[in-house]
């Protein structure tokens, strides 16, 4: 009725709630690939590490039920990603080769 295109309308909410983390995480894990590259082994091990809760909080909430505790979600992996942006932003700030 309003014209939206989000995910879970154009693709379902079951589809939906395993794309969101998805991406997400696999963005995440480009840059870590990436920090190593670069030689910032520790800024990759920092972002991996947080990572790690994003993807727990995603299984326990988010997947088992997408509509009830997607607040709950959100609050709970939101700072770990924000805090993973700072850490790669530190790194790339970091190296020379940047």
Request: glycine share 8%.
């Amino acid at each position: 009725k309003l014209g939206l295109s989000s995910a879970p309308v154009v693709f379902g909410i079951d589809t939906a709630k395993y794309m969101a983390p998805a991406i997400k995480d696999s963005v995440q894990l480009t840059i870590v690939a990436y920090l190593l590259y670069i030689g910032e082994w520790p800024y990759a091990l920092g972002l991996f590490c947080l990572i790690l809760p994003q993807v727990y909080f995603a299984k326990t909430l988010f997947i088992e039920n997408p509509i009830e505790n997607d607040v709950k979600y959100q609050g709970s992996s939101l700072p770990f990603f924000s805090i993973g942006t700072i850490v790669a932003a530190s790194a790339i700030g970091n190296n020379p080769f940047h």
